[in-house]
T-cell receptor, first 115, second 114 residues
Framework: DTGVSQDPRHKITKRGQNVTFRCDPI?????LYWYRQTLGQGPEFLTY????????KSRLLSDRFSAERPKGSFSTLEIQRTEQGDSAMYLC?????????????FGPGTRLTVL | QKEVEQNSGPLSVPEGAIASLNCTYS??????FFWYRQYSGKSPELIMF????GDKEDGRFTAQLNKASQYVSLLIRDSQPSDSATYLC??????????????FGQGTILTVHP
């Protein structure tokens, strides 16, 4: 499978615990994005990497959230001191900018439930 | 005003009919527009993108873009029950500091009934 992969697919945690998600992009893609999606809404942008550099973070991303892409390949998203409001689907997407646009392909997502 | 608004659903069409999904956006700097399909419990799947005014066809799907009216639509011809899903409109503004992030609408639920 050469698509975007995410791990784990599901995570149930208790409020106050830390969680970490992993995303492996399509191998030749240099751009990687994290989005969050709640029920009935479209995905919301969280943060973006080009290679290993984190170039943009949403105002939605509180200090409890941190993301890394240490070698410009896979990325991790960590949420510290989880809250019930963090329950959502966390989506990773990757892209390789073309001459006309920048088409993003999504992974299967990690569904987080905070009890 | 929301950055992206999609026609409220759910939308129900009979099998074989044309389904029309609409989206308006507020950012005049928007450059590229995307339609994704999302089945329940799954992640978004790219259907097509468009960045020039006019129509773009891909199989049973046609995207239409009118930048002057800030409007993009998706037509699905010969709708099939397997087309039943949530359709997400998104735009990409590569200018300024927004890099390549996508801004999504809330989605329109489409049901195709036999």
């Amino acid at each position: 499978d050469t698509g975007v992969s995410q791990d784990p697919r599901h995570k149930i945690t208790k409020r106050g615990q830390n969680v970490t998600f992993r995303c492996d992009p399509i191998s030749e893609h240099n751009r990687l994005y994290w989005y969050r999606q709640t029920l009935g809404q479209g995905p919301e942008f969280l943060t973006y990497f080009q290679n290993e550099a984190q170039l943009e973070k949403s105002r939605l991303l509180s200090d409890r959230f941190s993301a890394e892409r240490p070698k410009g390949s896979f990325s991790t998203l960590e949420i510290q001191r989880t809250e019930q409001g963090d329950s959502a689907m966390y989506l990773c997407a990757s892209s390789l900018r073309g001459p006309a646009t920048d088409t993003q392909y999504f992974g299967p997502g990690t569904r987080l439930t905070v009890l | 005003q929301k950055e992206v608004e999609q026609n409220s659903g759910p939308l129900s069409v009979p099998e074989g009919a044309i389904a029309s999904l609409n989206c308006t956006y507020s950012d005049r700097g928007s450059q590229s527009f995307f339609w994704y399909r999302q089945y329940s419990g799954k992640s978004p799947e790219l259907i097509m993108f468009i960045y020039s005014n006019g129509d773009k066809e891909d199989g049973r799907f046609t995207a239409q873009l009118n930048k002057a009216s800030q409007y993009v639509s998706l037509l699905i011809r010969d709708s099939q029950p397997s087309d039943s899903a949530t359709y997400l409109c998104a735009f990409h503004n590569a200018g300024g500091t927004s890099y390549g992030k996508l801004t999504f609408g809330q989605g329109t639920i489409l049901t195709v009934h036999p």
